[in-house]
């Protein structure tokens, strides 16, 4: 609802639970799966990928799929995991294929033919203490999750860190995190 402000918005999503529930939720969501999109090439002014390209095979087929999507002057804003070392259980419940590297994720942008105008870790405040945890349950094989919802005081905790770190990074980008944030010129 938040990019609504800024004109059309359209999802899609290949589950048809997750569908059905954007759908209810007020949200214009079509079936697909990238690489094979249900739009016209050159129809959008923006492409936003939040935490998808980690789970897609094709990461680079993908982004180019995403890259055609966009008008001559469109932009694509994605987030991904950060760091191929903090790999654990909860990558594979959530059928993650990878993580990435800052590095990485600017060479793929770069050999899809984009112009990246920000990259930057991000989630930084909370890297030192989930970094630990991670390392932690690799050391011992633990497979517990990591995933489940957090209470609503911890909610409002994460909220006032998340703020905190927006601040931060209007101010430019920060050196690791557990996230990566890119925005991609066409």
């Known amino acids: 609802m938040m990019l609504s402000a800024y004109g059309d918005v359209v999802g899609m999503e290949p589950n048809g639970f997750g569908r059905q529930l954007a759908i209810s939720r007020g949200f214009d969501v079509c079936d697909g799966m990238l690489p094979d999109l249900p739009f016209r090439s050159g129809e959008a002014d923006l492409v936003v990928m ?37 790999w654990s ?16 994720l600017l060479d793929l942008a770069r050999r899809i033919g984009f112009r990246v105008e920000r990259c930057s870790y991000f989630n930084t405040l909370l890297f030192p203490m989930a970094a630990a945890v991670r390392i932690i349950k690799n050391m011992t094989g633990a497979t517990s999750d990591d995933g489940t919802m957090p209470a609503p005081a911890t909610n409002k905790i994460l909220l006032k860190i998340f703020s905190f770190e927006k601040k931060i990074l209007s101010h430019g ?12 010129h066409k």
């Not at 789970?55 to 760091?83: E, I, S, W």
Request: hydrophobic letters at 40%.
């Open 50 to 86: 939040f935490d998808v390209l980690e789970h897609l095979d094709d990461d680079a087929g993908c982004l180019r799929a995403a890259a055609n999507l966009l008008k001559p002057d469109g932009h694509l804003f994605l987030t991904v995991p950060a760091y191929s070392w903090m």
């Open 89 to 104: 259980n909860h990558d594979v419940k959530n059928h993650h294929k990878r993580r990435y590297n800052k590095e990485q």
């Open 173 to 184: 980008n920060l050196p690791f995190g557990l996230s990566i944030a890119m925005i991609l």
